[in-house]
């Protein structure tokens, strides 16, 4: 009997969702937006850095890159993300049988 109760209680936990869940998503939607800025500026800053230490001037453009790569792997991640998410929302049966069949806005009203 002890074994049923534990394995409940234990179900419960893994079932449920944090408390600021749905406000800790929302900021990590909008840090993405900040961390394109971060990710630029870094490598500009990275760049500068280079072209004072060697004094060549191609160094400058090449931290340039690295930060530009970093921000479109930063956007490729929050879709990633995002698409996952959708996915999962895909799997809702409310959802599920408008895919299915298609919406139509008569059926609506």
Known sequence: MKENTQKTEEEVQTNEVPKHKDKLEALDN???????????????????LLKSWTGYTWTLWLGVAYGIAAAILNVYKAYKRA???????????????????????????
């Not at 996952?84 to 139509?104: I, N, R, S, T, V």
């Open 83 to 109: 698409k996952k998410e959708l996915d999962k929302l895909a799997q809702d049966p409310k959802y599920k049988y408008a895919m299915e069949h298609g919406y139509k806005k008569e059926e609506d009203d």
């Open 30 to 48: 909008i840090s993405l937006g900040i961390s394109i800025v971060v990710a630029i500026a870094l490598g500009v800053g990275i760049g500068l």
